[in-house]
């Protein structure tokens, strides 16, 4: 186990010696003490690494991640694991706005809640949410899907494309060309597995399944009020 | 029964193009969406002009003393800046509004006269990676095919808050030129309309910016210079905005730049022109004493080595171009001129790039189509006219007297115009007026 103190060593140099570990190299797990709210820490890592960061995080972290597994035990600022491509991402605390941003794939759990706009612009990545979401989640959702133990926020699923949405709890409403769908024996089973990746419990069947309703997807003018 | 002229009289609210547009609406129902750039008559580089030398200043012989071009961009933080042999880059357009093809042809152009191009929203092709020596990546809102790879493999980065064809406007790609492949790159349904975001998804404002600069520059270890992007409407705010979010680089977008498809009352009525833009920003650098030290390249419009000369005597450090990229490489060319019919147009108006139905085959993604653009002939193209450009802005050079273009300065420009005097902050020629300014 490696150590990196971010109250002796910057944020820089912690990356920098991620960055910089050979292929093959043997030095797979590190831990991260003193965050203190730091940003942009563990981005871009490209390898199958076990990352644990001992605190709470400012914006980004584990962002554009690829292959590597980062655990926070502690909060997140914005945008935790966005862009990110591969590899896991778990959030003990809470996650504030943006989380997993226009993730491509890998998997974001989040075991408290997250801000607004989770899940905005995500395209491809799966994201399972223990607690709650806050307003305009899924905003422009290409693809991927978005669990949600709790309740969702307004305009859930805003201008959505063709990312799943599932939420166990209220949701106070959908945006624009969002709608529920039917919750199918095979979305079930997603969402089953989905929360046993996560290592989250909870009753599958108990979620509601949300989608696009595909009416943005041509400029039309009787959908003028939606632009 | 012949016409009364009294009767014939045109109006000047309702002439024939208002009313026309009116009808169109009426029977269509959706704005006008086109695209190039804005065709209004506006204050430009036309209405500036160089002072050559006299018996204050010295020429410098033509063909026979060195007047150089070298600039390097990203000289702030970057461990690898941009080096340039020209001032003269390429903006970002897409693969997508763009064919493989024509982004070949920029790619291999910019390769062999030292400058560099830039992707644009979708990502980056194979394509173009492999053309191009030099390519500025661009991290727009919609995040269309963007991954840490080829973040990586790109040579520097562009964080693109708007463009000048629409500051404030995502992108928009019709689906008709939403190919499979072009799909596949962005995530998206083939043939949807895809309207990109307008705002980035995780980050608002200056402060936040500053913080997604500190983790692009993180995710690259601090190698890759980081350009910011703006359209110009408050460019001298946004110049000193950027610089202090940690630009190392920051673009300013004209109005008169161009677009692949954007609403026409967008092209035409939002955004200030390219002049005052650059002067605000060149003020906002000098201000913060970061002139040359933050590189500020200056794109819309630009379209000569005269436009190039005038913009770097004004205080940019490279320029780049666009639209007029793509006519080099055929656009509105009279070739094929029943296609251009075939569109409602003609070679010389043609801006129909929303289209997909480019009829040279530089603004589509019809197989056939893009056939009509040779790659190799594109880049032929495209790197004579840098090399005319070039060779323009040093002719003006030397004739000032300058042994670098970026040796030009404000005090060889005078305007012909009272607009572009104010707009530029230089003197009414044959006058020592500058309006807005105090004489004492």
């Known amino acids: 186990m490696q150590t990196v103190d971010l109250a002796a060593e910057d944020v820089r140099a912690l990356n920098g010696r991620l960055h910089a570990l050979p292929a093959d190299t043997n030095q797979r797990a590190w831990r991260v003490i003193n965050p203190r709210g730091a940003h942009a820490v563990a981005v871009g890592l490209t390898q199958e690494l076990e990352v644990v960061v001992d605190g709470h995080v400012g914006y980004y972290c584990a962002g554009m991640n690829e292959a590597a597994h980062v655990e926070i035990r502690g909060h997140c600022g914005w945008g935790v694991g966005e862009n990110m491509m591969s590899g896991m991402v778990r959030v ?136 | 029964m012949t016409i009364d002229p009294r009767n014939a009289r045109p109006s000047a609210a309702f002439p024939p193009n208002v009313i026309a547009e009116i009808q169109r609406a009426a029977d269509q129902g959706i704005y006008e969406i086109r695209g190039l750039g804005t065709k209004r008559r506006l204050p430009s580089f036309d209405d500036l002009l160089l002072l ?47 064919s493989a093809a024509a982004k070949e042809s920029i790619g291999r152009a910019c390769t062999a006269v030292g400058t560099s191009s830039t992707t644009g929203d979708g990502g980056m092709t194979e394509e173009e990676r492999r053309a191009s020596k030099l390519l500025v990546y661009q991290v727009l809102p919609s995040r269309y095919g963007l991954n840490p790879r080829d973040l990586r493999r790109a040579d520097a980065i562009e964080v693109v808050i708007g463009q000048g064809a629409k500051p404030g406007g995502g992108g928009m790609l019709l689906g008709q030129k939403i190919s499979p492949r072009v799909a596949k790159m962005r995530t998206l349904p083939e043939g949807i309309d895809q309207r990109s975001a307008c705002r980035h998804p995780d980050w608002t404002g200056p402060d936040d ?43 300013v977008d004209g109005m008169q730049g161009g677009t692949g498809a954007t609403q026409d009352v967008f092209i035409e009525h939002v955004g200030i022109p390219t002049l005052p833009a650059l002067r605000q920003a060149v003020d906002a650098l000098v201000d913060l004493d970061m002139h040359r030290k933050v590189q500020l390249v200056i794109s819309g419009g630009i379209r000569s080595g005269a436009d190039v000369a005038k913009a770097l005597a004004m205080g940019a450090d490279a320029v780049s171009i666009g639209s007029a990229a793509l006519m080099a490489l055929g656009c509105n060319k009279p070739v094929q001129v029943a296609d251009y019919a075939a569109l409602g147009t003609a070679p010389g108006h043609c801006h129909h790039c929303h289209t997909g139905r480019c009829p040279v085959g530089v603004t589509t993604q019809d197989p056939l189509l893009e056939k009509r653009l040779d790659p190799e002939q594109g880049a032929r193209w495209l790197r004579n006219y840098l090399s005319v450009m070039t060779l323009e802005a040093q002719t003006i050079a030397r004739a000032c007297g300058k042994t670098h273009v970026l040796n030009l300065e404000p005090e060889d420009l005078v305007a012909t115009t009272i607009e572009a005097a104010a707009m530029a902050g230089v003197p009414l020629a044959g006058t020592s007026w500058i309006p807005g300014r105090d004489l004492r």
Not at chain 1, 146 to 172: H, K, Q, W
Not at chain 2, 81 to 86: A, D, G, M, Q, S
Request: aromatic share 8%; charged share 20%; net charge negative.
């Open chain 1, 92 to 227: 003990a605390g809470n996650a504030s706005q943006s989380a997993g941003a226009s993730g491509h794939g890998g998997m974001l759990v989040i075991e408290g809640d997250a801000g607004h706009r989770c899940g905005i612009s995500m395209k491809g990545i799966d994201i399972v949410v223990g607690g709650s979401i806050g307003a305009f989640s899924a905003f422009m959702a290409q693809a991927g899907n978005l669990v949600v133990c709790g309740d969702a926020g307004e305009n859930l699923g805003d201008s959505l494309y063709e990312a799943d949405i599932y939420v166990r709890g209220a949701v106070a409403s959908l945006g624009a060309d969002c709608v529920e769908k039917e919750m199918t024996a095979a979305d079930r089973e997603k969402v089953a597995a989905l929360l046993a990746r996560a290592g989250i419990a909870a009753d599958a069947a108990a979620f509601r399944r949300y989608g696009s309703a595909r009416t943005l997807y041509n400029f039309h003018v009787d959908h003028a009020d939606s632009y």
């Open chain 2, 52 to 98: 050559g030398a006299s018996i204050s200043r010295y020429p410098l012989e033509g063909y026979r003393e060195k007047c150089d071009t070298d600039v390097v961009l990203g000289t702030r933080f970057a461990a690898k800046p941009l080096e340039l042999r020209i001032p003269i880059t390429i903006a970002g357009m897409s693969f997508g509004s763009l």
């Open chain 2, 209 to 251: 910016l500053t913080i997604k600069i500190q983790e692009l520059r993180e995710i690259t270890d601090w190698q890759k210079p980081i350009y910011v992007k703006v359209g110009a409407s408050r460019p001298f705010f946004d110049t000193q905005l950027a610089v202090k979010a940690g630009a190392d680089v920051v673009v």
